[in-house]
C-alpha cells in the first residue's frame, strides 16, 4: 500500500469504523442470501437466513427481503462515508470500496465464488487482464 497508509490508519481500521461495518455487512449478507439454499443442502450449520428466519418466525423470503434492505442501507453508508471528511486516507477507503464492489459482483443474484461462471470471469477479466493489457500499451 501507499506510504499515507500510517499507524493512524491502521488504529483508525481497527475501531470498525461506519464503512468498514457497511462494507463487512454487505459481504456477510449477499453471501449468506446468496449461497443459502446451497449450503442447506450440503448439510452446513445454521446461516443468518436460519437464524433470522427462527428468531423472527419469518419466511424465507423475508429474510432475503430483510437482509438486502441492510444491504442497500450498507452502500448507502460507504456513499455517505465517501462524502464526508474522514480521519483516514482515500486509499483507504478505496480498499474498502473495493471489497464490497467484488462481493457485490460475486454474489449480485449468483453465488460466483462458489459456482464461477461467465459473468464473473468475464468481469474479472475485464478488470484485471484487459486494463493490464490496455495500461501496458500506454
Same mark, same amino acid.
Given at each position: ?33 446468496v449461497?443459502?439454499k ?21 419466511s ?35 480498499? /474498502? ?26 468481469? /474479472?477479466?475485464?478488470?484485471? /487482464? ?7 500499451? /500506454?
Open positions: 500500500m501507499e506510504d499515507n497508509i500510517t499507524k493512524e490508519t491502521l488504529i483508525w481500521a481497527f475501531n470498525f469504523p461506519k464503512i468498514l461495518r457497511a462494507a463487512s455487512t454487505i459481504c456477510r449478507l449477499m453471501d449468506d442470501v449461497s443459502h446451497f449450503e442447506q443442502e450440503r448439510g452446513h450449520v445454521s446461516s443468518a437466513v436460519e437464524c433470522y428466519m427462527k428468531q423472527y418466525g419469518a424465507m423470503q423475508a429474510a432475503y427481503d430483510d437482509f438486502f434492505k441492510q444491504v442497500n442501507d450498507a452502500w448507502k453508508d460507504i456513499n455517505e462515508e465517501f462524502l464526508k471528511p474522514t480521519a483516514a486516507p482515500t486509499s483507504a477507503l478505496v480498499r /474498502i470500496l473495493n471489497l464490497a464492489k467484488i462481493m457485490d459482483l460475486y454474489y449480485k443474484g449468483e453465488n460466483a465464488y462458489t459456482f464461477v461462471g461467465d459473468s464473473a470471469k468475464t468481469s /474479472i477479466t475485464a478488470l484485471l /487482464i484487459d486494463q493490464f493489457l490496455f495500461d501496458s500499451r /500506454i
